[in-house]
């Protein structure tokens, strides 16, 4: 029974005027669209028992007791040792998830006739069932773990249980090698992925007691779910409990859109809070943006000291920061991230790339978000979904690509030379274009017959889609998109495509045998790290020979500095989001030639060596070009700001700043 819940140029020079470009196009945030929400209602019904057991659940019997205190009698139920749990379903009447994050207030009345009576509390997103239900055997467990011991004669204890998915038949969700693992634990492992929190209480006295969560542990969804579980049993004995309440204490927050790649490294969740282990399988749903197309929903994380990743005794190390990820976990399948772009922009892609036990091969695919999430027909996890199609597809069709079908031949020819064999390389990634129809809601395309793809955009071939295949060996990381110059790594957002889709899979992976069985196949390898995909902001400089400059910048937090040299061509760097750039100019020391032909500085009257004389900088920025002259101290225009400063030795420094600058800036 379910029950609502209302509610990111040391220039130049003698008389010789500094030109200095800086297109910057400018976005409106960087940061994530979102909504909260609030209630204060207690989500419980009948959390008196006034009704009997209305409104609440139990795969045994629910026993509501009269209890006559005084003149009053009411209501109270009674937890009947060895009986299953009795619980409450909490949904949402608007039909939407309890975001991560939100975190509730709880509280019961509870007493007992006897001191060794306790009761529990169990608060989770799994429903109990069966005959002894889950929540009865993790009392079991629980006691035989003694926690009973760590409860005040006259108050609660709170400890955190982690299980195995439960089963509609009271039973557990074993996994692939779970079978001979223990069915609960108090730290979360491979298997024992459910998150609960339970609450022991207990009294030596006859009089109601309260117990309420502390106020610096309220209980805390770590995932979104669509409910919640709200269950009551006994630990041990028969206590009574009565006025139960949980109601909302501070709402999470739903990231809707971003306008660039998040979680890329894979830092998040962390590894080593879930599990002692050096790899997990996560649900989807513990995983912050990235989403999969396999019908298990899982998504493979590794750090350093997995062996299972690192084959040979090669070198254990992730390429960007501590942890990384498999393309595939268990199914051959498409790993995928949503991202806000901006219409007629262009965007440029990195990431590093490495084989698991020889050559593997992967494809990115970037296009258009589709009213239909990609997914696999009728939900079966051998059937390709829409971009394995799509990427079957170049495989078979090659001679559409005359200009890069031997770089694809290349690429295949050396994944098959050197399968299971220590092996470095890195490819010249290839890119094609491919058009196709609109996905429909089933896996397939909206189509009246089975030709998805062209090679040419047409009236029925309407949606554009980027695809760069890219193939590394397993002795060390490999990245692709690093460089400016790696043309293949931008991507040109077409006009009126305001959110598109940016989607791995795999294009060919070694096996880790080799008579693989057909749900292996590309299942493993193509591990994936440091991923980013941001807007490009083109943009130009120029200057005159005269001087030197200094560009300081922020990125990714870090206070960073490029240095400018007359002569040198323009310098590409980015900033974080909304960040504020300088650009410290101070001209060179006039110079002449001696007798001897020798290259002297030039000195005043009194022997002071000459400064070069700054004039000013043209500046660009949203398409405005200005002239900034160097005695507009204080300028306001654009926000651009101006100052200079005079050394102990009387050198002269000017420097010029922008704030609320985002993405990449070229000087």
């Known amino acids: 029974m379910k029950n609502t819940f209302r509610f990111s140029n040391r220039l130049f020079y003698t008389k010789v005027l500094i030109s200095l470009i800086l297109v910057i196009t400018m976005v409106t945030s960087s940061l994530p669209i979102a909504y909260a929400e609030t209630n204060t209602v207690n989500a419980l019904q009948n959390n008196s028992f006034d009704d009997g057991t209305t409104s609440w659940t139990s795969s045994s019997n629910i026993t509501v007791s009269q209890i006559k205190e005084g003149e009053v009698t009411n209501n109270a139920l009674e937890l009947t040792a060895d009986n299953n749990a009795v619980y409450q379903a909490v949904t949402k009447s608007d039909g939407k998830d309890f975001l991560q994050g939100t975190t509730f207030k709880w509280s019961l009345k509870y007493k007992s006739t006897d001191s060794s009576y306790i009761g529990a509390l169990v608060l989770g997103l799994n429903e109990p069932a069966g005959n002894s239900d889950q929540l009865r055997q993790m009392m079991t467990w629980l006691n035989g773990k003694k926690i009973d011991k760590k409860v005040p004669a006259d108050g609660q204890y709170t400890v955190v249980v982690y299980s195995k998915p439960f089963k509609d038949d009271g039973t557990f969700d074993d996994g692939k090698f779970g079978k001979y693992r223990a069915d609960f634990s108090l ?24 117990a309420t969560n502390p106020a610096t542990t309220p209980y805390t969804l770590n995932k979104d779910s669509s409910s919640i579980y709200y269950s009551l049993i006994s630990y041990k004995g028969s206590p009574l409990v009565d006025d139960v309440s949980f109601l909302v204490e501070k709402t999470g927050t739903v990231v809707t859109e971003y ?49 299972h990743h690192f084959q040979y005794g090669k070198k254990y190390v992730v390429d960007n920061g501590n942890q990384a990820a498999e393309l595939n976990a268990e199914q051959s399948s498409t790993m995928y991230q949503y991202i806000k772009t901006e219409a007629g922009s262009q965007y440029k892609w990195n990431l590093s790339h490495r084989g698991r036990y020889g050559v593997d091969i992967m494809a990115l695919v970037i296009g258009p978000k589709q009213k239909y999430d990609p997914k696999k027909k009728d939900n079966q996890k051998l059937v390709y979904d829409q971009f394995m199609q799509m990427v079957d597809w170049v495989k078979e069709n090659r001679d559409y690509y005359p200009d890069v079908k031997a770089d694809i031949e290349e690429i295949e020819n050396t994944q098959s030379l050197h399968q299971r064999e220590k092996y470095d390389y890195k490819c010249k990634p290839v890119k094609v274009t491919v058009y196709s129809k609109p996905f429909d809601n089933n896996g397939s395309f909206e189509s009246d017959n089975e030709t998805y793809f062209s090679a040419t955009e047409t009236t029925d071939f309407s949606q554009k889609w980027d695809i760069t295949i890219i193939c590394s060996g397993d002795e060390k ?65 120029v200057s005159f020979t005269g001087g030197d400059a200094v560009l300081t910048y922020v990125y990714k937090d870090d206070l960073s500095t490029s240095e400018l040299k007359s002569g040198e061509p323009a310098k590409s760097i980015m900033v974080d989001e909304n960040s504020t750039f300088t650009l410290d100019v101070t001209p060179r020391y006039s110079t002449t030639t001696d007798k001897n032909g020798n290259e002297v500085p030039r000195l005043d009257a009194e022997g002071h060596k000459i400064q070069n004389t700054f004039l000013g900088a043209y500046i660009t920025i949203g398409g405005i070009r200005k002239y900034y002259p160097a005695t507009a101290i204080n300028a306001t225009d654009n926000a651009v700001y101006f100052s200079e400063t005079v050394a102990e030795d009387g050198t002269i420094t000017y420097s010029y700043g922008q704030s609320n600058v985002s993405g990449r800036v070229v000087v």
């Open 477 to 541: 990381w490999q990245t692709y998109g690093e460089n400016d110059d790696d043309r293949y790594s931008y991507y040109d957002v077409p006009e009126g495509q305001d959110d598109s889709i940016f989607a791995f899979t795999a294009y060919k992976a070694t096996n880790s045998k080799e008579n693989e069985t057909e749900s292996k196949i590309n299942t493993f390898g193509n591990l994936l790290d440091g991923i980013n995909f941001d807007l490009y902001y083109p943009a130009s400089s």
């Open 187 to 210: 730290t979360p492992t491979m298997y024992c992925t459910e998150k609960f929190s339970v609450t022991l209480f207990r009294t030596t006295g006859t009089d109601w007691v309260t």
């Open 259 to 307: 306008n660039n790649l998040q979680n890329g490294s894979f830092e998040n969740p962390d590894l080593t809070l879930k599990t002692s282990d050096v790899y997990f399988q996560y649900p989807q749903s513990d995983i912050p943006c990235w989403n999969t197309t396999a019908t298990d929903n899982k998504i493979e994380y590794f750090n350093s000291k997995s062996t």
